[in-house]
Each structure stands twice: as structure tokens, then as C-alpha cells.
């Protein structure tokens, strides 16, 4: 079971982070403004994964994890985009953000 959750959870963040990921969330890349772009890119990831931890744990497990998550994806984005931080990634779109 352990394998199939390892498999689910990497699907659920290659969906989260490529085809979900729209023009709006790469503002997370920008100096400013970047918050509400970013939380709604977490929160994506923290949805998914309240859905998916639903079919293993109890809801209140279900709701920890999701908070969990969102706020480690938040945090975790914000440092790779912020070039004050460590970030040195750049979006993958035409636009310049």
C-alpha cells in the first residue's frame, strides 16, 4: 500500500504543479504581489491532498495533513522563487514575471 500512496501523491503534485498551475499562480515568481498567487497554488496541493488522505485516515488526520502540506508547499515555493532567498528558478511561460 505504502508504494501505491508514493505513486498517488507523486501524480497529485505533477497535476498540482504543471496542468492546475495556471498564468495567475506563476505571479508567485513576482516581487510583489506574489501572496494570494501562492496560496492558491498551496492550497491546490492542500486540497489534493485532503482528498486523497480521506481514503486512508480519519477527517480530522485528513485536515492536519492538508494544513501541513499547504503550508510547507507555501513556504517551500516561496524560497525557490524569491531570488532574495535561494530562489533561482524562473516560471516556464513567455511572460516575464
Not at 7 to 19: L, R, S
Not at 74 to 93: H, N, Q, W, Y
Amino acid at each position: 500500500m505504502i508504494w501505491w500512496l508514493l505513486v498517488i501523491y507523486q501524480v497529485k503534485h505533477f497535476v498540482a504543479d504543471y496542468p492546475l498551475q495556471g498564468t495567475y499562480m506563476l505571479g508567485k515568481f513576482k516581487k510583489e504581489g506574489w501572496i494570494l498567487p501562492l496560496l492558491s497554488h498551496a492550497l491546490v496541493h492542500g486540497m489534493f491532498t485532503f482528498a486523497i488522505a480521506m481514503f486512508y485516515l480519519g477527517l480530522r488526520e485528513s485536515i492536519m495533513l492538508a494544513v501541513f502540506d499547504t503550508a510547507v508547499h507555501f513556504a517551500v515555493d516561496r524560497i525557490k522563487a524569491s531570488p532574495e532567498l535561494l530562489g533561482r528558478f524562473k516560471a516556464l511561460t513567455k511572460k516575464d514575471f
